[in-house]
């Protein structure tokens, strides 16, 4: 069996140092970050689609000039709007290290 | 008896107890299958549901468990019993029950869709499971939240030298969150800047020693020196018990807390809990990295600091308070909690880390190999209180701590000013997070039936009351054993909920079996035992003279231990039932995993 070069595996083992220090420090910037950006785009879709989960707002109209740029995004959307009890309602369970 | 043989020890348990014990059972009974598709990369929402790499997410998930648990637990502990069987505890502790509870926990929300532990209770054992636990959560956080405030207004009257590096620890938290969100700062320059500011200030502690000094001479003087509260205590005059006293200067720091964690859980996130946690992970990851790598050293460099100072065994029941009994079992169980096992790791893990897992291989280095971890963390904590001088436990504590970090060439008495922060640091960040889950938790469980727990604030601010409610009882030491009982309970919970899983999919339950029947009936003894110690060493004496506040805390607190009994009676009896029903079923067959996409 053939075994790798210990400079491979010192590269390796400092990789893996590097992405522990980044989970223990930014990945949660990074989780936040794509969590805020998320809601942004909810509120856009609800604007602009809220008809799809029975909130008319926008003319279909402009709905329809806007729909090729939000397709990839609305069974994401929709499937989350699902979970909440209101769709307005957005709570932090992230229990952040205690 | 010294600092190198305990790191020994500690090093070969994680070492025996991951490869002999863990691999066997995730490999044996488990089965984890790197070939089936996990909820990350099922539900993929690139939000909530995630696969990201084992590395990062074992750094994720330890940053998230580890707190101020191992630290205060050990300190208690060693002050009680002496080091030897708080040693002996963590070592079994998390060879066979602390791992094998966050690794379940973990494991049984993968299979089960990644939903959270209440969810699957729901589904698994009954549907008035889901209510009681979070019942059962909301007086668990309450009495964390009351013994931390007290234990850091303690602190922070009797240490001036903190305040400073505190202070600036906020500015710099809020100062960082601006900068990344709001002005798109880099993260490492924010990071050098607001870390070394705050750990600047410090250092600085010593020389701004005087001006709080004086701040609580004045404070005090408002009174006249007169307390604000007068209670019986029975930690002091040798654990005798005699009347304490809490003066204007200690409510002082109790209220600004309370202040700096309502504003921590009613701001949004990113504002102010996110960052000032980040910025107080760095300055207490110098100190315990430098401090662990101190005591292994201690002994050929500065041996003076790495000798153990506390006898090894202090008796199977020590007295405490003249009608109190401390007995070495159930008591030193859930006095150790979070270095030798935890029910917060299980209720982090079901949620937050497991809908991240990308690989059922990766269930056991980031879930066990986490709380082996915690465990060194929790070691460091017992080392350091055993080697320190002799006083009060945290005093001990930051002189143990800060004599393992003067081996690096820091000034001994920098080195305390940092231990002493460290510790405050993890303590405050901690505390204000547990607000912020304790009002939603609240707003959960009642705020359906009662509307104005839906608002923010009035949530929070009725979790803060109640909490400064159990200050003015001033006897931390069983708030602490009572938030370890409900701790370690919902540990027993939890594996209770695994054990019920196996039965259910007809696997071999008995490695989460054992230590949940261990678990439950220690940690039920426990609050039994404690809630009897408040009634007669805290409630009788506050009432024989006649003193309301400490005496409505106090009874506050035996009925708290109380309903924490009765919950898991409920929830054990739930559990059983369930267990029972799939056992008597016949074994089902095996689903074929999905494949991976």
Not at chain 2, 205 to 222: D, R
Not at chain 2, 491 to 512: C, D, E, F, P
Request: charged content about 10%.
């Amino acid at each position: 069996m053939a075994t790798r070069p210990f400079t491979h595996r010192l590269s390796a083992g400092w990789e893996a140092v590097k992405q522990f220090m980044y989970g223990m420090t930014g990945h949660e910037f990074a989780r936040h970050a794509l969590e805020m950006r998320h809601e942004l785009e909810a509120v856009f879709m609800v604007v602009t689609l809220g008809d799809l989960i029975g909130v008319p707002i926008l003319p279909p109209v402009y709905s329809l000039r806007l729909l090729p740029y939000v397709v990839p995004e609305i069974a994401k959307w929709k499937r989350h709007m699902a979970k909440r009890r209101e769709f307005w309602e957005k709570e932090e369970y992230d229990m952040h290290g205690v | 008896m010294n600092t190198l043989l305990a790191v020994i020890i500690g090093a070969l348990t994680v070492y025996l107890a991951y490869t002999l014990y863990a691999r066997r059972i995730d490999r044996n009974v488990i089965q984890s299958d790197p070939k089936r598709a996990t909820p990350a990369t099922l539900y993929m929402d690139g939000v909530d549901f995630m696969p990201t790499n084992r590395n990062i997410l074992f750094g994720y998930h330890f940053k998230s468990i580890a707190a101020a648990g191992p630290i205060v637990g050990a300190i208690v502990a060693a002050s009680l019993w002496g080091w030897l069987p708080a040693i002996i505890w963590l070592v079994l502790g998390v060879s066979f029950i602390g791992w094998a509870s966050d690794y379940s926990a973990i494991v049984i929300s993968v299979r089960n869709e990644g939903n959270s532990l209440s969810a699957i209770a729901h589904k698994l054992v009954s549907s008035r499971t889901r209510t009681v636990l979070l019942l059962f959560i909301f007086f668990y956080l309450l009495l964390v939240t009351g013994a931390f405030v007290m234990i850091m207004a303690q602190v922070m009257d009797s240490q001036p030298r903190t305040h400073l590096g505190i202070i600036m620890l906020v500015v710099m938290g809020l100062l960082l969150g601006q900068m990344l969100y709001r002005w798109k700062t880099g993260l490492v320059g924010a990071t050098v800047f607001t870390v070394g500011v705050t750990l600047l200030a410090i250092l600085s502690g010593p020389w701004s020693e005087p001006a709080f000094q004086g701040l609580n001479a004045w404070l005090n003087g408002l009174t006249g020196g007169a307390p604000v509260v007068t209670y019986f205590d029975p930690m002091l005059a040798g654990f005798k018990g005699a009347e304490a006293k809490i003066m204007p200067s200690l409510l002082f720091w109790a209220v600004a807390i309370a202040v700096f964690c309502y504003a921590g859980s009613v701001l949004p996130i990113w504002r102010m809990a996110q960052p000032v946690v980040y910025v107080g992970f760095w300055i207490t990851a110098l100190s315990m990295v430098l401090g662990l790598g101190g005591a292994a050293v201690a002994s050929f460099v500065k041996p003076e600091v790495a000798q153990f100072q506390i006898p090894a065994f202090k008796g199977f029941n020590p007295q405490l308070g003249p009608a109190g009994i401390m007995p070495l079992w159930p008591m030193l169980f859930v006095t150790i909690a979070c270095g030798a096992i935890s029910g917060w790791h299980a209720l982090f893990g079901a949620v937050g880390t497991a809908r991240q897992i990308e690989n059922e291989a990766d269930m056991l280095p980031v879930g066990g190999g986490s709380m082996f971890t915690e465990f060194l963390l929790g070691l460091l904590a017992l080392l350091a209180v055993s080697v320190g001088a002799k006083g009060a436990p945290v005093g001990t504590f930051a002189s143990g701590l800060g004599g393992f970090i003067s081996v690096w060439g820091v000034p001994l008495q920098y080195a305390v000013s940092l231990a002493f922060a460290a510790f405050i640091v993890i303590v405050l960040v901690v505390t204000q997070l547990i607000f912020r889950v304790m009002r939603i938790t609240l707003t959960e469980w009642l705020g359906d039936v009662i509307p104005p727990c839906r608002n923010q604030h009035v949530s929070s601010i009725v979790c803060v009351l109640l909490a400064l409610l159990l200050v003015v009882t001033g006897t931390w030491v069983y708030l602490w054993q009572l938030f370890g009982g409900a701790n370690q309970l919902m540990a027993a919970l939890a594996l209770l909920l695994v054990t019920v899983w196996l039965a259910s999919v007809g696997k071999n339950w008995l490695y989460a079996g054992l230590p949940m029947i261990f678990m439950y009936i220690t940690t039920m003894a426990s609050l039994l035992v404690t809630a009897y110690n408040i009634y007669f060493n805290v409630y009788q004496p506050n009432r024989e003279a006649g003193r309301m506040l400490p005496m409505v805390g106090s009874g506050l607190m035996v009925l708290v231990a109380l309903l924490l009994v009765v919950a898991a009676v409920f929830i054990g009896i739930d559990g059983w039932r369930a267990f029972m029903k799939y056992l008597r079923r016949p074994t089902p067959t095996p689903k074929t995993a999905p494949a991976r996409g």
